[in-house]
T-cell receptor
Framework: DTGVSQNPRHKITKRGQNVTFRCDPI?????LYWYRQTLGQGPEFLTY????????KSRLLSDRFSAERPKGSFSTLEIQRTEQGDSAMYLC??????????????FGPGTRLTVL | QKEVEQNSGPLSVPEGAIASLNCTYS??????FFWYRQYSGKSPELIMF????GDKEDGRFTAQLNKASQYVSLLIRDSQPSDSATYLC??????????????FGSGTRLQVQP
């Protein structure tokens, strides 16, 4: 059972450029989440997919951010016209829909974005 | 008021002692609660979850939940230097709202002194 994988692990870009990150969830997991984490803070929710449907988006997700999960498997997160404030660790997590109360999310290694 | 509050620490304990990490949350309807460990520069790693009032034990870890007081804690027995990390408390909202996002606290940094 491989875990959540994310690529690239590090990305350095210049302000104004577009970047795209990829997340591959745990294979049987149908829910996929994106979070952003800055230094000294806990992860902040960005968006969530159940299969290919994007069901929830945070107010943090400005119109420069877009996420897709076209076939309900991997997901991409694109940031257009990057700003220095976008510098953060972008975390992907996945979980398996179950009838129980818990929705246990497992995180990937993250993509660290630095905007110069 | 932040939705999930944790003391940022650092909490320093000697090796072999019990470390007690605390978390309070504001949404009274929250249903499940998670503890993650995060080493510097790494991603969060799930330790355990709890959703019923009382204690839940898993090895050296015990999670405690008191919904009336909106309080959840994590005890680490026989603390080891390898337990030195930031511990994140996360809260899942009411499941019937359709929301699934976790709300995290800012984390408590634990230092276990050899």
């Amino acid at each position: 059972d491989t875990g959540v994988s994310q690529n690239p692990r590090h990305k350095i870009t210049k302000r104004g450029q577009n970047v795209t990150f990829r997340c591959d969830p745990i294979s049987e997991h149908n829910r996929l989440y994106w979070y952003r984490q800055t230094l000294g803070q806990g992860p902040e929710f960005l968006t969530y997919f159940q299969n290919e449907a994007q069901l929830e988006k945070s107010r943090l997700l400005s119109d420069r951010f877009s996420a897709e999960r076209p076939k309900g498997s991997f997901s991409t997160l694109e940031i257009q016209r990057t700003e220095q404030g976008d510098s953060a660790m972008y975390l992907c997590a996945s979980s398996l829909d179950s009838a129980g109360v818990t929705d246990t999310q497992y995180f990937g290694p993250g993509t660290r974005l630095t905007v110069l | 008021q932040k939705e999930v509050e944790q003391n940022s620490g650092p909490l320093s304990v000697p090796e072999g002692a019990i470390a007690s990490l605390n978390c309070t949350y504001s949404d009274r309807g929250s249903q499940s609660f998670f503890w993650y460990r995060q080493y510097s520069g790494k991603s969060p790693e799930l330790i355990m979850f709890i959703y019923s009032n009382g204690d839940k034990e898993d090895g050296r870890f015990t999670a405690q939940l008191n919904k009336a007081s909106q309080y959840v804690s994590l005890l680490i027995r026989d603390s080891q230097p390898s337990d030195s990390a930031t511990y994140l408390c996360a809260v899942n909202p009411l499941m019937d709202t359709g929301r699934r996002a976790l709300t995290f606290g800012s984390g408590t940094r634990l230092q276990v002194q050899p």
